[in-house]
Nanobody, 115 residues
Framework: QVQLVESGGGLVHPGGSLRLSCVVS????????AGWSRQGPGTQRETIAA???????SHADSVDGRFMISRDNAKNALYLQMNSLKPEDTAMYYC?????????WGQGTQVTVSS
């Protein structure tokens, strides 16, 4: 049974930083495409960062230069370093992995950026 568990969300002031973690169990992260999506109030879920099995990464324009995705295959974990946070980054953040069999999602972790 594949499970993804996110952590690291919380309340932060504008300009602050957070690091989200996603621990994967039940499958090997190194063989999967992985990424982070978010869904803010009244908005659709959007993918903001992705990491391939080859080690390449990509980030949405809205977060490029401020957020960075990384993975530690030895720990079967995915991370999202978020810097220079803005109120519009407020959202539920979800990690996902895409294997040959299916796409799996975590339960989400809330990030709120407010003064």
């Amino acid at each position: 049974q594949v499970q993804l568990v996110e952590s690291g969300g919380g309340l932060v002031h504008p300009g602050g930083s957070l690091r989200l973690s996603c621990v994967v169990s039940g499958t090997v992260l190194s063989g999967a495409l992985a990424g982070w999506s978010r869904q803010g109030p009244g908005t659709q879920r959007e993918t903001i960062a992705a990491s391939t099995t080859f080690g390449t990464t990509s980030h949405a324009d809205s977060v490029d230069g401020r957020f960075m995705i990384s993975r530690d295959n030895a720990k079967n974990a995915l991370y999202l370093q978020m810097n220079s946070l803005k109120p519009e980054d407020t959202a539920m953040y979800y990690c996902y992995i895409q294997t040959r069999e299916a796409t799996y999602w975590g339960q989400g972790t809330q990030v709120t950026v407010s003064s």
